[in-house]
């Protein structure tokens, strides 16, 4: 069964792809040991998933 969001519009596998990636940004983000260079790449990263999936 296909489950609803907000204002009845279906959950799709491709929004629950987007949300899993940015999640899986935000603890990479988290980790203590990250070197500036990488941090930024990850903010950038970051950005750029939630553009795309309308967050901005």
Do not use: H, N
Not at 14 to 22: D, G
Not at 46 to 53: G, K, N
């Amino acid at each position: 069964m296909e489950e609803l969001k907000t204002g009845g519009q279906p959950y799709t596998c491709t929004e629950y792809r987007e949300e899993m990636i940015l999640l899986g940004l935000q603890r990479q983000l988290a980790a203590a040991d990250l070197s500036p260079e990488r941090k930024e790449s990850l903010l950038r990263e970051i950005a750029r998933v939630e553009v795309q999936m309308g967050l901005d």
